[in-house]
């Protein structure tokens, strides 16, 4: 177990709360424009973000619910304690989303699908806390294999070396296509 910072906590996302959907919506908009930009030409980059228009939100908000429903520890929010008197932002700074047991056959193991940290909290241990919330559901999990795993673009070198320090190894390669 990682060391978690004191002025965070980690709670189930609620779909029924309209703050909590706002907040995750804000960070998956931050996690995608963060892929394209970090990791790529400035062609990725305008791809991620052109598809974040309101017909993508209802549609992967929708998705979500049902992702959670049954299983709300899939999606944990992390919360910085707006009281703790820090030069940082407060509220929700950073989410996990776990693909829920039911789709353990997709990849035969659990599957971490995001893990985002607002930038002004990477480095305090806040996405320690949430893989360690991530590894500890999954092995709750009926899986096929005993594996825990997410695709991380090589040249996102931080977050390599962050799943590298928490065990992660390569296995196998997604290749894609254009549909």
């Given amino acids: ?3 978690h910072p004191e002025e965070i ?3 189930p996302y609620d779909p029924g709360d309209d703050a909590d959907r706002q907040a995750l919506w804000d960070l998956k908009i931050a996690f995608e424009t963060g892929l394209g ?4 030409t400035d062609e990725k980059a305008a791809k991620y973000e052109s598809k974040l228009d309101d017909a993508y939100r209802r549609r992967w908000l929708s998705w979500v619910d ?3 429903d049954g299983e709300e520890r899939c999606l944990l929010l992390a919360e910085a304690d707006a009281d703790a008197g820090l030069d940082r932002t407060d509220g929700v ?3 996990l989303f776990l693909l829920p047991e039911r789709l ?3 990849w035969d193991a659990a599957v971490i699908n995001e893990l985002y940290v607002t930038p002004d909290w990477r480095g305090e241990g806040v996405a320690d806390a949430l893989m360690d919330a991530a590894v500890a559901v999954a092995r709750e999990q009926d899986l096929p294999l005993d594996r825990l795993l997410l695709d991380v673009d090589q040249d996102n070198e931080r977050a390599y ?3 590298e320090r928490h065990g992660f190894e390569p296995w196998g390669e997604i290749v894609s296509r254009t549909l």
Avoid: N, W
């Fill in 1 to 3: 177990m990682s060391e």
């Fill in 9 to 11: 906590t980690l709670r």
């Fill in 37 to 40: 930009t970090g990791t790529g």
């Fill in 66 to 68: 049902r992702c959670v």
């Fill in 93 to 95: 700074v950073g989410y």
């Fill in 104 to 106: 353990a056959f997709i």
């Fill in 161 to 163: 070396a962050f799943y």
